[in-house]
Every structure is written in C-alpha cells, then in structure tokens.
C-alpha cells in the first residue's frame, strides 16, 4: 500500500491540534451538531470498537450524526491528543491521536482535508482495570519467600490443562486451530478469559503441514508476525509453510494456550435461556460437551471448498480432487495433469507439477489478476512491511493502523495508482502473458490484487515464479473455456479440445465461511448470519448493497455469542485484538450495545 495522502494543500500541524481540541469540546458539551460541522461533506469514520462495540464505518456527516447521536452518552469520549508516541505521521495534514472512553483507551488517526475532518480512525486499545500484564505490569512469575505447599508455573499449567472443559468451562471455545486461532487465543490468553482452542489435526500448525509440498506463503515477513513475538531478524522473506508450521506449534506452547489437538467439533448449539454454547466435541475418541459463553469459527477466510460437479466425474479412471487435498508432486512424475483454475493454488500447483516433470495443463476460464512478487513488495507494500520501513522507524502496530486507517470507500483510489505503476513498469511481462493467451485484468476498477481480496477473496495470483512457465508454454494454458465433461482418461473443453489426464486438479476455490456454520449449528443460523467476507461492492462475486466493512468479520453478528475470525495472518494479527477485547468485555459484564449490527443482504 502506498504512502496515503491528500492532493490538497497541506495543512499547518496547529489545524490538527486545533481540530482536536474543538471536536474534544463539542463531544464533551454534547452538542453533536458542532462536532458534525467539523468533519468535511465527503467524510469517513471508522470505528474499530471504541465507540461502537462493533467494527463499522460511518460516511459523510449524516454518518457521523447517527453514530453520536447513538453512543455519545454512554462512550463519554475525553482526552483527545496527539499521540506523539506514535511518531511522525505520513504527512502534515495527518496525525496519530489517543483518547479515552468511559471503559477504555483508545489510539487512532487523522487526515484533514481543507482544515475538516476527511477520515477518522477511532481503536479501543485497552479496557481499563484490564490492561494487560506486559512490561511495567508483567508478573514477577515467582513469589520470593519461602510459601508452604508451593505450586511451581509446570504445576499451574498442567491444573489447567486437566481442569478446563472439564471442572471449570472455557468462556470461549475457537473452532480451528490455524495461525487465526491461534493469534486470537494469544490475544485471550492476555487478557485472562479462559480459551479452549479445537482442531482436528493433531499439532498446532498441521494445517499447513498437510499442504503441497511447495506451498510457501506470498506475503512478505514483514507483513505476517503474530501479535507479541515478532519473527526473527534471520527469518526468511518467504516462509516455507513447514517453517510456518513450526512457529505456530512453538507459539501455541510458549504462549501457553489450551489447545485441544485431534478434536473434532461434531455439532453446536445455543441455548437462548442459559445464555451459553452446548459445543459437542469428540477428543482422543471420547465425547465430550464444552458449554463456553462465545464461540468462535476460525477457520481462515473461506468456507468448505467448492467443487464443481462436472458430467462425467464419476466415469473418470485418473485421480482427482480440489486444490486443497493436493498432496504435492511427487506421485505424478511424467503423468498429464489438468488445473482447473487459475488463481494462487492453481499456479503454483501448476508449477510444483512441471519441476517434477509432469505434462501440466491450466485451464482458465475467467480472467486472473497477476502481480509479480518482487513489484508488488517494492510498490504495494515497501512502505509499511519492508526492511526499509522498519529501518526508518515504521512499526508493526503503526503499518497495522496506517492500512486500517483508510476507509474501504476511498481505499480502491490509494490503490489505483499503485497498480498503474506496477502495469508500467511489468508490461513487458503483462504482453508476454497475454501473448500466451493468458486472459488477464486489474480489477474491474482497476484497483488490484488487494481490493479483489477484500471483495472476493479470489481472483488473483502473485507471481513467484508459475507465470514465466505460462509466458513460455512450459505450463499449458487452455484460457477463456469451460470444461463441458470428463471421460475415463481425459478433460473436454467448451472448445472441443479433448486434454489427455491422469490427474485432475480442480483449484476452484472455497465457499462462504457460513458454510462452516450450517454443517456445524444449523443452515437456519448459516441463513441467519448470513455471507461471510465482500464489502458489498456491486463487483464481480460482491454483491450489494455496500456494506463498508468485511461482513462478519471479527465483530457481532446476528447469532448472539457467534463470531467470525480468520483472513491473512496480517488481518489476524491486527484484528484479533479488537476481537479479543469485545469477548473480554462481555465476560466481565462490561456494556457493549452494540452500534449498526449489520444487516443480512446474502445468504451465502
């Protein structure tokens, strides 16, 4: 992403304290109309939490009326400020800022367009007389002196361990065990509610571990620290996933988190009157019933895998199955493959299949955003997540809050540009794709890789290396067709070209995380909460109305005491500390009514 400013003037550093210190006098006089008048005609506010109980965004001045008018009297905003903690902002007319509310203390940031309020980014950041333990509050971790009937930090834990979901109950239960699981149950750890987390597979990190072999993540290290421990200074660019595996199981353990390990969550369900989760797991071939207050899926950012029915699957002699199950390579040496897709997994897939010396076939059958890692990394992402950036004082949490702090409305024209740069700067790659065939766009707005993320969730791939192999015809490329059937031995093209296979991959991405929701609860409470994931764009599978936030993600939803939890590890650093304060919250009794509970537009 790249640096965020205004083509507008900039403004004297004075206009900022100015505009605090007018907008603190309103909000304390209660006089919203005034408040209201300091924020431009075209204006955003986003609120992750701090006033709203909810992850929302309010858009021009009417927005910004209805958001006070509703919480004003119970936040009791105070202490706005400049965070000069924070360090220098991007530009003049931008400020990091803190506040307090009436429960909690919050950080944010600024931009003034014209001396008026443009974006506002409000955070809860902690609720207070529930800090967490960390640097002057830490624990001593030994109680000096000499205590009869000592019981030594091992003996603690493995109380623990033995007694939750079994004595005492967890007050929440996350269903999956990945890096959002994991980052979220951190999170809760900190802040004392106790946290069953539950995954089928037997270590923590196993769901990268059963991946392709030559899975490796795309995003740079910068962007993928978990919250609390930062990776290594050494630490690869790209991590190999088996890599990612052993730093989450590292993690899960020194973070002391209750995992629950070959556990299968059979079934869910909410009981209205005791205000409580019935959650019927089966562990080590016992089954048992967790009854937590909150549950949360965190099963990534997508559903259950899609695959599509094609006639003729069931006469096919070859192998087959979705990206998702792909073992790797090694068994298909020499063999003829079909990818069906043409996305991340497809392509690298397609790739790991070729160095073993497989006959690869891609078979594209809508047009695919490509951005080359090395472009994308310098002009997408340099400014924030890079060696460059941490050198010159670019932090995590400042990256976390400069990305959260432009609003989803205006965000696809900060995004534009970076990606006109990258289009000028590969078009000799891009005229070599295309001369291959291969159907490429930048988004229907041109916009990019990451609004296609944050739209759709698909659409994309960032080249390391799969493209080249498409360019030169290595990896076979069938583009703009439709598979009309299989036989036993081969794939039949919309085209009428019959492709010979002994395996068929089908990388054709993944469902709603709702899904996960109807085979787990009820299809009632899936219909309830609704699509998971899109901004409401009105683009390609984004359906409207806009919504001005990822649907479901990370904040209440229709179900009472049901939450959504996952995305990039970015997004499950960043977010799960807002997630993990509204679960916080309610444990402790804390008010949180809740501001613009989003309503259900799509079923899936």
């Not at 006033?51 to 905003?77: H, K, Y």
Request: aromatic share 10%; net charge negative.
């Amino acid at each position: 992403m790249s640096q965020v400013t205004t083509n507008q003037a900039v403004a004297a550093p004075a206009a900022i304290t100015e505009w605090l210190a007018s907008f603190e006098e309103a909000l304390t006089a209660g006089d919203i109309e005034e408040a209201v008048a300091l924020f431009a005609e075209e204006c955003f506010w986003r609120d992750l939490v701090s006033f709203s109980w909810n992850i929302v965004t309010v858009e021009g001045r009417a927005g910004v009326r209805d958001l006070l008018t509703q919480t004003l009297d119970r936040v009791r905003p105070s202490g706005f400020a400049i965070a000069q903690e924070l360090g220098e902002p991007a530009a003049e007319n931008e400020a990091w800022i803190k506040f307090e509310t009436e429960v909690g203390r919050g950080i944010g940031h600024l931009r003034l367009l014209d001396s008026k309020g443009w974006t506002l980014l409000t955070t809860l950041n902690e609720l207070k007389g529930f800090e967490e333990p960390k640097r002057d509050r830490r624990s001593k971790g030994v109680e000096h002196g000499a205590v009869p009937n000592r019981e030594t930090w091992l003996e603690q834990r493995r109380r623990e361990r033995e007694e939750l979901g079994r004595v005492t109950q967890p007050y929440v239960v996350i269903v999956g065990g990945g890096q959002g699981g994991i980052a979220l149950g951190a999170r809760l750890r900190q802040v004392g509610v106790p946290t069953i987390i539950v995954d089928r597979n037997p270590r923590p990190g196993d769901s990268w571990r059963n991946r392709y072999k030559s899975l490796c993540l795309h995003d740079p290290v910068w962007y993928d620290h978990l919250p609390y421990i930062d990776f290594p200074p050494n630490w690869p660019i790209f991590s190999p996933k088996d890599k990612i595996a052993d730093w989450l199981e590292m993690y899960a353990s020194v973070m002391e988190l209750n995992y629950w390990g070959s556990t299968e969550c059979t079934k869910a369900s909410y009981d209205e009157t005791a205000n409580e989760w019935a959650v019927v797991v089966r562990r080590d071939g016992v089954e048992t019933t967790l009854r937590p207050k909150q549950l949360v899926l965190a099963t990534g950012m997508s559903g259950k895998p899609n695959l599509p029915k094609f006639e003729g699957m069931d006469v096919f002699e070859g192998e087959q199955h979705h990206s998702s199950k792909h073992p790797g390579p090694d068994a298909y040496r020499g063999k003829k493959a079909v990818v069906i897709g043409s996305n991340n997994s497809a392509h690298d897939i397609c790739a790991a299949l070729w160095e073993v010396g497989a006959d690869v076939t891609m078979v594209q059958r809508s047009s695919t955003h490509v951005s080359r890692s090395d472009s994308l990394m310098e002009l997408g992402l340099g400014a924030l997540y890079s060696e460059s950036a941490v050198a010159s004082g670019m932090t995590t949490q400042k990256a976390d809050l400069t990305f959260a702090s432009v609003p989803y409305g205006v965000m696809h024209t900060f995004q534009t540009p970076v990606y006109d740069a990258i289009r000028e700067r590969d078009a000799d790659f891009y005229a070599r794709l295309e001369k291959a065939g291969f159907m490429l766009d930048f988004g229907e707005d041109n916009s990019g890789l990451f609004m296609k993320y944050l739209r759709r969730g698909s659409g994309y791939y960032i080249d390391v290396g799969a493209s080249e192999l498409v360019a030169s015809g290595d990896i076979k490329l069938e583009s703009g067709v439709e598979v009309v059937r299989l036989t036993k031995d081969a794939v039949v093209l919309s085209n009428g070209k019959s492709l010979p296979a002994d395996l068929v991959v089908y990388a054709t991405g993944y469902g709603s995380m709702n899904g996960w929701a109807a085979d787990l609860i009820s299809p009632e409470v899936a219909a309830k909460v609704g699509k998971v994931w899109g901004l409401g764009s009105n683009t390609t599978k984004d359906p409207g109305p806009w919504e001005g936030e990822l649907r479901n993600m990370w904040k209440p939803t229709q179900q009472e005491a049901l939450w959504f939890h996952g995305g990039n590890l970015h997004q499950s650093r960043h977010y799960s500390q807002y997630l993990a304060l509204q679960l916080k919250a309610r444990m402790e009794g804390i008010p949180t009514p809740v501001y613009g509970l989003q309503e259900v537009h799509h079923l899936s």
